[in-house]
Every structure is written in C-alpha cells, then in structure tokens.
C-alpha cells in the first residue's frame, strides 16, 4: 500500500510530538513544528529531536526534586 499524504510534525504544551496530515486541522492543544514529509521522513526527524520521552512538566518537577 502506498502512503501518498503528506504529514507535519506537531508539538504539545508537553514538549511531546505527533504526526498529523497537513492538510487537515490541528487539533486544540497542539501547534506546527515546522517539519513537514512523508510519514517516514517525519518519523524519521521526530526520532532525532524527541530523545527524552518524558513530559515536560515531569522533566521539570524530577530537575527539582
């Protein structure tokens, strides 16, 4: 099967990321990345960039403690 949609890579409050179709409507409580491809091209960058899995706010309270 051949995956001809073309994604972007969403960010949350949370620093945690997503793919999403771009030509669809992101939804309530996440923003654009900026990086757009294909599905393994995303996938691809978000494993690069996403290399603490933990949410922010986890991040934070376990830097503090």
């Known amino acids: 099967m051949r995956d001809d949609i073309t994604y ?3 960010t ?3 620093e ?3 793919l999403w179709p771009a ?3 992101i939804p309530a409580g996440w923003h654009a990345e ?3 491809g294909t599905k393994d091209e995303c996938t691809t960058h978000i494993d690069q960039v996403w290399t603490d899995m933990r949410p922010r706010s ?4 376990m830097d503090t403690h």
């Open 8 to 10: 972007q890579v969403l």
């Open 12 to 14: 949350n409050d949370e």
């Open 16 to 18: 945690q990321y997503s």
């Open 23 to 25: 030509d669809r409507d």
């Open 34 to 36: 900026g990086t757009t």
């Open 58 to 61: 986890l991040r934070e309270h």
